[in-house]
């Protein structure tokens, strides 16, 4: 039992968000506490600001500031009103400002109107943002996905902005997002209304991925485990991080991706291969973790394929050496017909058959139609392209059990010449 | 894949229905007849499968090859109550990803919505069918209907179903302690099930349905969720242009020739006399496809075929008769091997009876004879049109005048000797007819030609007449009569259609869909000389 419940508790942590990333909370030179330091300034000094977070996925931007909000909201109680828009929501300007309206009534305890005009809503808006200036009171407004805000005429961006060039109200713009030129996509009346600032959040470093793992998967004392088995894991574990080859298996990870939130991933499989009798983690379910996330999917999906499915990517593989720019079902059919002639393998069927091995070629993507134009004209005469390297190809050929030696040799002969 | 034939429900009824069709794939044949669920008084019940719960060894037993992965999912799912990240379930077609993903819910016993973007063709319905489940479930049996609220937007549906799925799991929770030990406990995590998520891609370019799906564990915020995709296609096609959240990934392989064999034995009546059958079957077909929903259809009748020399299908076959029942069987197998997609018509049975004789003369004759006749009939001046639409989509415009002289008569072409540079422009004619198929042709040419082949044809009539010695009045035969008429009918039968206007002329174009042998057997049965219109023919 205190195996599963200590398995319960490390992936309620990798699934709380705010606890993985309260791990770095103290670093003073930490974006948690510029971020901080500059929205509470800015409630202090009653004035106006905005900021963009950027960085790549996964970096905790968006945990960074709900921690900082929730904080901030017990400090300075019934001070702060939060609107929260998404730019996969709410990209359209006219509803965007429809739900900022409602989330400031929802937060003011005021009668929405749904049937007020874009004007009505925006010009609410702007009295809102009076009336809160007015009563010491802060508006924080969180944009997510900042960079689809940026799609159309940035109506949104430019009222929000504008707005605050006044002294009268107090509010704070945060924008996140993925795209590290986010602020180069605003328009100029929106640009030079922006503060220019700007929090880039990066990738974790060594120091920081060993702080993170310890903060992550060592037990706590204090939960109502035996305090015999919370050592026992806690040495365990401590013998795993400081294992040689772990450091490897680390290593691989984070040369491919180092962001957070694929560690975090990277645990959460990891952990699921607990051992369970002893309830201790292994070393190789680390390894077993490691493995699921370096799957190739192309070579997945030629695995799958039939031999007559082979014969025909062989074929499309040929055809594309030859210099041939465009081929489609027919000319693909006269390629595997000739070697069909020329070498008389048990493998020769007929066309509807074949037909029906390149529909599931289609099917499984490993092939596609160059264009959708021609959807009048039939399957056979659609031109088509291979979507795989004639590595990728020869890979897949080698390591497939079955596959008669003739079709690496017919791939071989055509394409390393 | 059988989830093709699912009709998409009215948004009256319930979609956990269709999704308890749905899974009703041939490869784990029949090993649960889904009931379907009628509408009980105990609405709350509606989130669970409606079928006693299963034990884990009847589940991984009743997926011959699936044990690694549905072992796997367990793990990642976790024990009750314990939060998850997305998963995404992938694989080939026809590799029981939503079967077994039905069945592992069925076994945990717990609360999941299913989503079927196939059967939910648009976001709309999509959204519909996710908030009634929820809202079904969800709401007071006292209260009565709370009624669905109209939605347009994304946001919308993200908000109504962040209500839905806070009030179902509240109300879970206080099932679970209102019940307290007299039911299992089921915990108070709600699943949500996309499946074919593939289809989302295409569903319109504009809208970024996709993203917000693959982002919505992480935009609810609700760490009671758990969200898992089921795709056919591998995860790298969701790599979208500013990157997403990538689930933990899942891999289905396709079944190797044990798995296969496995699931073939599966519930068969005399296990020892299919598992030889299997023995000669499998390994050739297992060439062609991998595909357990195709294979199962081609198997069917080569069973049949396969035990008809015996008298009691319950024997035990020994060597000799496992050879005698081979050699029985081997002519059809590479018959069957041949035509494996077809679906047999009655008729070409009956002649592969008779057909009888000899292993490989079998097929040949089968053809000879099927290919002389038309089995559907068309009027004689539909034939001609087709016709005469086939020669317009094979021969250039330009080739038309030496073709047809002004009378309307064949000219006897000069045929030029082989030089090499004709020899070349041959090949590449060649080459071309095989990359573009046929070409299209304005209403006039084909009026044009049509108008010449039947004039060709009446005289032909006439002089056989005139040779017969009854004498008729031209023109009594009509051909030429209501032609736009067996062209828009023949435009519905697909046999012409229409392809885009000409952007310089701006009347419609039409293309010829019909391939040459049919072209060919067409003029069969009405004499006509077909390939001597033909260029290069």
Known sequence: MASEKALDCLRRRLCDSSFVYSAFKSTPAGNYSKLKFLISNTITEACNNSVLLLGPRGCGKGAVVDMILEELKDEFPEIISVVRLNGLLHSDDNFAVKEIARQLCMEHKLLFSKMASSDDNSQFMIDMLRECGLAHKMIIFVLEEFDLFTQGKQRLLYSLLDAMQTLTSQSVVIGISCRLDADQLLEKRVRSRFSHRKLLFTPLSTEDMQRLLEHLLYLPKNLSLPSKYVKEFNSNVNNILGDKKFKEILDVLSSVDNTISNICRFLYHAISWMHFESGLLTLDGFKNALSCMQRQPMLDKLQGASILEFYILVCMNRLGSREQNSFNFNSIMKEYKAIQDAYKTSDNYSWSVCLRAFEHLIERELISFLDNRMRSLSIEYRPVRLLLSSQELHQGLKSNSFCPAILLKLLNHESYR | ?537
């Not at chain 2, 008084?41 to 299963?54: D, K």
């Not at chain 2, 995860?235 to 500013?242: G, V």
């Open chain 2, 1 to 537: 894949m059988a989830k093709d034939g699912v009709i998409p429900l009215s948004p009256g009824r319930k979609t956990r229905s269709s999704s308890q069709l749905s899974p009703s794939k041939p490869s784990p044949q029949n090993v649960y007849p889904f009931s379907s669920q009628t509408q009980s008084q105990e609405l709350i019940h509606c989130l669970y499968t409606s079928e006693e719960p299963i034990s884990l060894e009847t589940l991984i037993s009743s997926f011959p090859g699936r044990k690694p992965q549905i072992l796997e999912i367990l793990r990642l799912v976790g024990s009750l109550n314990s939060p998850m990240f997305p998963l995404l379930i992938y694989g080939g077609p026809s590799t029981g990803k939503t079967i077994a993903i039905l069945q592992i819910f069925r076994y945990l016993n717990r609360p999941f919505v299913y989503a079927g973007c196939r059967t939910c063709y648009s976001p709309r319905i999509l959204f519909d069918s996710i908030l009634r489940q929820l809202l079904l479930h969800g709401r007071n049996p006292i209260k009565g209907n709370s009624g669905t609220k109209r939605y347009e937007k994304p946001s919308e549906f993200i908000d109504l179903l962040r209500i839905a799925l806070v009030q179902a799991i509240n109300a879970l929770k206080e099932r679970n302690l209102k019940s307290g030990s007299e039911e299992v406990d089921r915990g108070k995590m709600i699943y949500m099930i996309f499946d074919n998520f593939e289809l989302l891609r295409s569903w319109d370019k504009n809208s970024n349905i996709v993203p917000l799906l693959l982002r919505i564990h992480e935009m609810l915020k609700i760490p009671e969720v758990g969200v898992i995709y089921i795709s056919s296609s591998t995860p790298d096609a969701y790599y979208l242009c500013t990157g997403s959240i990538e689930p933990i990934t899942i891999y289905f392989p396709d079944y190797t020739l044990e798995d296969l064999h496995g699931i073939f034995m599966r519930n068969q009546p005399n296990p020892k006399l299919y598992s030889s059958f299997l023995s000669v079957v499998l390994k050739p077909f297992f060439r062609v496809t991998r595909r357990v929903d195709e294979l199962s259809v081609a198997f069917q009748p080569l069973f049949q075929q396969y035990c008809k020399p015996l008298v009691d299908r319950s024997v035990v076959p020994d060597e000799a008769m496992k050879r005698k029942l081979f050699d029985n069987l081997q002519p059809y197998l590479t018959v069957a091997l041949n035509d494996l997609f077809n679906v047999p018509s009655w008729s070409s049975h009956q002649t592969k009876q008779e057909g009888d004789h000899q292993k490989k003369g079998i097929r040949k004759s089968n053809r000879k004879e099927a290919s002389n006749e038309l089995d559907f009939h068309m009027s004689m001046s539909a034939k001609y049109l087709l016709l005469s639409a086939f020669i317009a989509s094979r021969n250039p415009a330009t080739l038309d005048a030496s073709l047809f002289d002004s009378s309307g008569g064949l000219i006897n072409r000069k045929r030029n000797k082989n030089s090499q540079m004709s020899m070349d422009r041959k090949d590449s004619m060649a080459e071309q007819i095989l990359l573009k198929g046929p070409g299209s042709f304005p209403l006039e040419r084909l009026l044009a030609i049509f108008q010449c082949i039947t004039s060709v044809a009446e005289s032909l009539v006439e002089e056989e007449q005139h040779e017969n010695g009854t004498v008729v009045e031209s023109g009594s035969f009509g051909l030429t009569s209501d032609v736009l008429l067996q062209l828009s009918s023949l435009c519905n039968a697909n046999f012409i259609c229409k392809s885009g206007s000409c952007p310089l002329e701006g009347s419609t174009r039409y293309r010829c869909t019909i391939d040459e042998e049919m072209a060919v057997r067409v003029a069969k049965s009405i004499n006509f000389p077909l390939s001597s219109y033909l260029y290069r023919r």
